[in-house]
């Protein structure tokens, strides 16, 4: 049943609208050796400056490659744009380095402290150091694919034209949308994890002695022994995000807003305190393992299938306000069980994950969307049915000895060899000029 701007979409068929957000690619990889240890080469010079290219940079550490595209208005663009700049990326590597295609480190050293922290300006390397001492050095370590999404502004306008009794004006608009959205995302991202997950164990040295993970699981990265900052977000409203956050900063859980990373993030003003009053203009969706079955981390499949679910978010009934710290504080802890599962063990919520992929089938085929959703769908349908089908389960039987470091070593020296023969990397990078995202998609498209 759609929501009542659902059936306004549906109505005035812009149904199509709603697949069509526009998508951005964040994709994280640690820079190691042929042996699989963190490698001790500097920065690629052949990329540019770290600190003023934002589309090749670092994350927490010198070695943690962060690749992003500029956004996309379809999935398979922002594949190609994230395929040039891997490519870039790796064509660059001193030799021998390799990108690790695995979600969960390389085996990291003893003594930590022999692992850099990103050379990212003075502001935010104090920030990092600061971040270390509080969660230690093996928290920053998981890599990840991140989406960033934003809706069309056709569906914008269409609400705002139709519905100018429940909203003051357009940045109301966007603000009630993303936060649908925001709450979908997080309601259902223990389902994310079941199908995505792909971090079954960590390599020697992640975890402080005696407190090792006690099975391999679906995802390490997206359990609470991940990444990040233990502290969850009100989603209620934008409003309440901000404050949310403000009063952890106050309470001196958070050391900044930045350090704010929950599995889903509102993003716009830079300044957040003024964040309610500009509007969001997009989602950073932090909930995606790295692929290790793609040489750039995500597959355009995994794509299609986001954007199917923030249009059947966009388009169904919506929480109530005081429905939604209790839906999504239960949602957060169905995801803790589904990541710390065995990930050949069929998942808890089985039966309540396939009537989720009925519906979405029924959604895609209603929106009449094309067959390759189709089979998508019947792809993923097959993951919940058969667990032993799903990329941590997948992951496990290259397991030797504890360590996936044979298994990621063939896969990253296979990826390197096959971009080094096939494709010619974009050089724009290399007299350090600064692009802006109109420019770059340009140079990428020649």
Request: charged fraction near 25%; hydrophobic fraction near 35%.
């Amino acid at each position: 049943m759609f929501s009542r701007i659902g059936q306004l979409i549906f109505d005035n068929e812009a149904i199509a609208k709603t697949s069509n957000f526009t998508m951005g690619l964040e994709i994280e990889m640690q820079r190691v050796d042929e042996m699989g240890q963190i490698s001790q080469e500097p920065y690629p010079a052949g990329i540019g400056d770290e600190k003023t290219n934002p589309w090749l940079t670092n994350d927490y550490l010198e070695t943690m490659s962060e690749m992003v595209t500029p956004s996309a208005k379809h999935a398979l663009d922002a594949m190609h744009y994230l395929y040039v700049i891997n490519n870039t990326l790796r064509s660059a590597l001193a030799p021998g380095e390799l990108l690790w295609p695995l979600s969960m480190p390389p085996k990291l050293p003893k003594d930590k402290t022999q692992l850099q922290i990103a050379k990212r300006g003075s502001k935010m390397e104090a920030y990092l150091k600061e971040w270390t001492k509080r969660h230690g050095y093996s928290e920053g370590t998981p890599c990840g694919a991140h989406i960033n999404l934003s809706i069309d502004k056709q569906v914008i306008q269409l609400v705002l034209d139709k519905c100018g009794d429940q909203f003051a004006n357009e940045v109301a608009v966007r603000n009630y949308l993303y936060a649908v959205l925001a709450q979908g995302f997080v309601r259902y991202r223990w389902f994310i994890t079941y199908l995505f997950g792909a971090s079954p164990i960590a390599e020697e040295n992640y975890f402080a002695p005696g407190h090792e993970m006690p099975h391999p699981v679906r995802s390490i990265r997206q359990s609470s022994r991940g990444f990040g900052t233990k502290f969850t977000g009100d989603y209620t409203n934008v409003q309440r995000y901000v404050d949310r956050i403000e009063e952890g900063v106050k309470q001196g859980i958070l050391t900044s807003d930045y350090e704010f990373h929950d599995s889903v993030r509102f993003k716009g003003n830079k300044n957040l305190k003024q964040l309610p009053k500009t509007g969001v203009e997009y989602l950073e969706l932090r909930m995606l393992d790295l692929d290790p079955s793609s040489s750039v981390g995500v597959r355009t499949g995994t794509l299609r299938f986001i954007r199917l679910l923030a249009s059947y978010f966009i388009t169904h009934p919506a929480l109530k306000d005081d429905e939604v710290n209790p839906v999504l504080t239960l949602a957060n802890q169905m995801n803790e069980v589904v990541a710390e599962e065995l990930p050949t063990d069929p998942c808890h919520y089985q039966a309540k994950a396939l009537a989720v992929i009925k519906h979405l089938e029924r959604y895609a085929n209603q929106i009449q969307l094309g067959p390759e959703y189709s089979e998508i769908l019947e792809d993923l349908e097959d993951r919940i049915i058969n667990p032993v089908t799903t990329p941590s389960a997948k992951l496990l039987k290259y397991v030797q000895d504890n360590s996936l470091t044979a298994y990621a070593l063939r896969r990253a020296k296979r990826y390197q060899e096959a971009a080094l023969e096939t494709i010619h990397p974009f050089k724009g990078f290399e007299d350090g000029k600064t692009y802006t995202a109109d420019e770059l998609r340009a140079a990428l498209a020649r």
